[in-house]
Nanobody, 123 residues
Framework: QVQLVESGGALVQAGGSMRLSCAASGGTFSNYVMAWFRQAPGKEREFVAAISRGGGTTSYADSVKGRFSISRDNAKNTVYLQMTSLKPEDTAAYYC????????????????WGQGTQVTVSS
């Protein structure tokens, strides 16, 4: 039983920066591929970024490439999403997810999910 808890979401002006955190418990964190997804009201949940077990491989959605950076600290059982140059289009609930194995990492087929943290970017 893996539990994921996101934090760090807030209201920020366009162009600003924000760092989201996801703390994991109940499993062996270093065994999991970790990812961030987001979902705006009325829209499908979409992939944002993923990172491999050791952090050596990452994947990003085209919409955030160059602006967002995913990282992890296995000693702290935590994955981060550093967001810069935020746009109103980034407004969404951001979810942390975990799965075993680097396969179909952009799909929503992850085993465990956090409760989400709200990011609102104003213009």
């Amino acid at each position: 039983q893996v539990q994921l808890v996101e934090s760090g979401g807030a209201l920020v002006q366009a162009g600003g920066s924000m760092r989201l955190s996801c703390a994991a418990s109940g499993g062996t964190f270093s065994n999991y591929v970790m990812a961030w997804f987001r979902q705006a009201p009325g829209k499908e949940r979409e992939f944002v970024a993923a990172i491999s077990r050791g952090g050596g491989t990452t994947s990003y959605a085209d919409s955030v490439k160059g602006r967002f950076s995913i990282s992890r600290d296995n000693a702290k059982n935590t994955v981060y999403l550093q967001m810069t140059s935020l746009k109103p289009e980034d407004t969404a609930a951001y979810y942390c997810a975990a799965k075993i194995g680097w396969r179909e990492v952009t799909s929503t087929s992850y085993n465990w999910w956090g409760q989400g943290t709200q990011v609102t970017v104003s213009s």
